[in-house]
């Protein structure tokens, strides 16, 4: 890896001080540094770095808004957040702005270098406690509410379910029934086990009979009376 660096940080000694680690790691070219939001996406206009290591909290323009920016004018800079604070009101608007990592101000040089890797690599470079507090975030959030059914379909059905009965009658596999629909195979089991229920059907043998019965598929070759 060679990465091309910004420094972004209000605070003249903490500034001096990541640039002078930064400078310590293997394969990281620190090119310019930055006292403000402004100042910093200047600098990416001017220099074009690989990355742009962003402090949030600075005067005139604070990191987030220096994130939306820079992602905005130079989607070829990535951008990772480096700073003392991980709290929602920090966290979220980074991300939400463009940030692809989130390091606090104790992480140390290998976890700086690792964050800036994974996000040259197209990944999320962000620290333990971060990813922590997006799982407890995610898990905090009730479930969406499940699809109501369509008054139109018969025994409750809901379109969903309609695609994964039609599917089935078409002789497609669990598996290519979720690459088709582009939904996980646990959830092709739950919609089939709950067309199943409503349908009143045992196995797929019955469910296809039940979806030529009600209209939502044609047995294949001439049907002979």
Not at 18 to 43: F, N, R, T, Y
Not at 140 to 165: F, H, I, K, N, Y
């Amino acid at each position: 890896m060679n990465a091309r660096v910004v420094v972004a940080d209000d605070q003249s000694v903490v500034r001096e001080g990541i640039v002078m680690l930064l400078g310590l790691l293997p394969g990281i070219e620190v090119v310019g540094s930055a006292k403000d939001g402004e100042e910093a996406v200047a600098l990416v206009a001017e220099l074009a770095p690989d990355v742009v290591l962003m402090d949030l909290r600075m005067p005139r323009c604070d990191g987030a808004e220096a994130t939306r920016r820079i992602r905005r004018d130079h989607p070829g800079t990535q951008v990772v957040v480096l700073t003392t604070f991980a709290d929602d009101d920090s966290l979220f608007p980074a991300l939400q702005a463009g940030a692809r990592g989130y390091l606090t101000k104790d992480a140390g040089g290998e976890e700086i270098v690792r964050a800036i890797q994974a996000v040259l690599s197209g990944e999320a470079g962000l620290s333990p406690s971060v990813q922590r507090r997006l799982l407890e975030h995610v898990t905090a959030q009730p479930p969406p509410p499940e699809a109501s059914p369509d008054p139109r379909l018969p025994d409750g059905l809901t379109p969903r379910e309609v695609e994964v009965l039609v599917l089935i009658a078409d002789g497609l596999s669990n598996p290519e029934i979720a690459r088709r629909l582009h939904i996980s195979q646990a959830t092709v089991k739950s919609h089939i086990n709950n067309l199943f229920a409503k349908a009143g059907v045992r196995d797929r043998a019955q469910a296809v009979r039940y979806a030529y019965v009600r209209g939502f598929a044609r047995p294949p070759g001439p049907v002979f009376t």
